[in-house]
């Protein structure tokens, strides 16, 4: 049985999930071996495709559910939960 992981981030950055911010997440999500779900609203998007997550159009204080399945999903969720509260390394 594969292991899962859950998660929720709140988007801290002015601008949102935009281009930069998702390109993190995406480099992040593609350490791991595990699927990487996010959800938001009505969608949910492959945590490893940028087109996925800029379809999101999550903007400052949008509430994103991660969810992973596989051997690594704990440390994918926790890895993009940091990410998330570092603002995605993004300095303004």
Sequence with gaps: MKRRAKGIFVVLNDKGLHTRPSTELVKCA???GAEIFLRY???A???KSILGILML?????SRIMVEAAGEDAEYAVAAILKLAQNRFNIKY
Excluded at 57 to 61: E, T, V
């Design 30 to 32: 593609a350490h791991f």
């Design 41 to 43: 609203r009505d969608y």
């Design 45 to 47: 998007v492959n945590a």
């Design 57 to 61: 159009a999550a903007g400052r204080g």
